[in-house]
């Protein structure tokens, strides 16, 4: 898992007060001492959301709506199946994807 994928996927955690993690979270100022996000982390978020979009959409396009997500996955460099979750459904709500039965099709 690349750095960017593994921040996201830490920042989407819910850190104990006191764990390493969280500690070196709160000194690279992407929570606050009580363990909420800060703007950084929140755009940081929303950035790494956004640079997936295109990649996803055009893996789904590609390769269909039978295709197994790890697939889709593989394709679009993505490790983490939450990431890929989270992705989806901002092109769901984007009206760009549609999901039924645990497949996603593309909305034309």
Do not use: W
Not at 21 to 29: C, M, Q, R, Y
Not at 42 to 69: A, H
């Amino acid at each position: 898992m690349d750095t960017r994928e593994q921040l996201y996927v830490d920042l989407m955690m819910d850190q104990m007060p006191g764990d390493c993690n969280a500690n070196v979270l709160i000194s690279n100022g992407y929570l606050t001492e009580n363990l909420q996000h800060t703007p950084k982390a929140l755009d940081f978020m929303r950035e790494f959301l956004d640079s997936k979009k295109d990649v996803v959409l055009q893996s789904i396009r590609e390769l269909g709506p039978d295709t197994r997500k790890s697939v889709i996955m593989q394709r679009a460099g993505i490790k983490q199946m939450g990431v890929l979750a989270d992705v989806v459904n901002i092109l769901i709500k984007e009206g760009k994807v549609k999901k039924d039965n645990g497949k996603f099709y593309i909305v034309d």
